[in-house]
């Protein structure tokens, strides 16, 4: 099931080196020779999917200095966490694309900050035609990992997640399976909608280090509602394998131990990791070294430990640290 080199994946574009979801963060990353991009989608107030890492967009855009939305400032349940911000479901697209990108992490990354306030947000259509225009010209097949945020929120707000993305899927031409499209949500309902309506797409579970998954919260209420690690034990995981193709998970969940990722293989599901980044303040405490947060550690060696264990994907902020790493 393993592949001979992990897919490596730009997530979201190349934000190591630009603002993430950036038109130039995504060119970068392919012209980098990335397997694939991950673009995150949520939605604005007229039902458009906006790429962006969170629906809260007051760390990775302008909006915050722009006076005319100062009335949008607002405190929302998201997830069920309270935060305090600016939602993209309470702005339209015509507003939001007037927005300007900006690195969400200036301290470690301030080469990154240094294109703050240059480039607009920009739509998933515009990520889907950019990636289907880069495989044309570079003759090769470059894939999107989609990944679909906070859609039982966006339920809870009159929005249908799974309908938009299909429509928008359908209108690019990346619904039929003629690219390589992979689909991930921490949200199995959203999954399961996508794949009743047709998409033809690798399905993949996100499943974080912690927590318990909103969907089946509100579903089942904080009590039943099973934790993530549950889906890594042998009977998630083989409850998984009925209805998905992979998993994605955190990389504290693989490293040191590549026991989840043999189980998942056995199952035959995929097994993808998040995030690779070299920076000390990402990396576990053991492949740190000294200059601080921002400095690079020893990245390579703790990329090697996912790369042994035989996962078949991996999300990197650096395009070119990753392809070296893992291939």
């Known amino acids: ?25 995504y060119a970068l990353a392919l012209a980098s020779g990335v397997d694939a991009v991950e673009p995150d989608v949520v ?36 997830d069920g966490v309270e935060t305090t911000g600016w939602f993209t479901e309470d702005l339209t697209w015509d507003e939001l694309s007037t927005l300007r990108c900006r690195e969400r992490l200036p301290q470690l990354r301030p080469g990154s900050a240094a294109f703050d306030d240059v480039e607009p947000v920009l739509r998933l259509r515009d990520v889907l035609d950019l990636v289907w225009a880069a495989s044309i010209d570079q ?23 799974a309908q938009l993305v299909h429509a928008e899927l359908t209108d690019a031409g990346w619904a039929r399976g003629e690219q390589s499209l992979v689909i991930e949500s921490f949200e199995a309902t959203v999954l399961g909608e996508l794949q ?39 009977e998630g995981l083989d409850r998984l394998a009925e209805r998905f193709d992979g998993i994605s998970v955190h990389k504290r969940l693989i490293l040191g131990d590549g026991a989840l990722v043999a189980a998942a293989h056995e199952r035959g599901l995929e097994v993808y990791v998040w995030t690779c980044r070299p920076e000390n303040a990402f990396l576990a405490r053991r492949f740190r070294l000294p200059g601080g947060p921002a400095a690079f550690g020893d990245f390579a060696r703790e990329w090697g430990q996912l790369r042994d264990a035989g996962v078949d994907g991996v999300f990197v902020d650096h395009p070119d640290l990753g392809l070296a790493a893992f291939r």
């Not at 490596?8 to 950036?22: F, K, L, N, Q, S």
């Open 43 to 78: 939605v604005s107030r007229d039902g458009v999917l906006v790429v962006r890492h969170e629906n809260e967009i007051s760390e990775t855009t302008d909006v915050s200095a722009r006076p005319e939305f100062a009335d949008r400032r607002t405190t929302k349940t998201v």
């Open 1 to 25: 099931m393993s592949r001979r080199h992990p897919l490596v994946i730009g997530h979201r574009g190349a934000p190591g080196y630009r603002p993430e979801h950036a038109r130039s963060s």
């Open 196 to 234: 009743s309506r047709g998409v033809r797409a690798t399905y993949v579970y996100l499943i974080e280090a912690t927590g318990r998954p909103y969907d089946l919260v509100v579903a089942l209420g904080e009590r039943a509602a099973p934790t993530y690690r549950s889906f890594t034990q042998p």
């Open 139 to 161: 003759q090769r097949p470059i894939g999107v990992v989609l990944e679909v945020k906070h859609a039982t929120h966006f339920a809870q707000h009159g929005h249908d997640v």
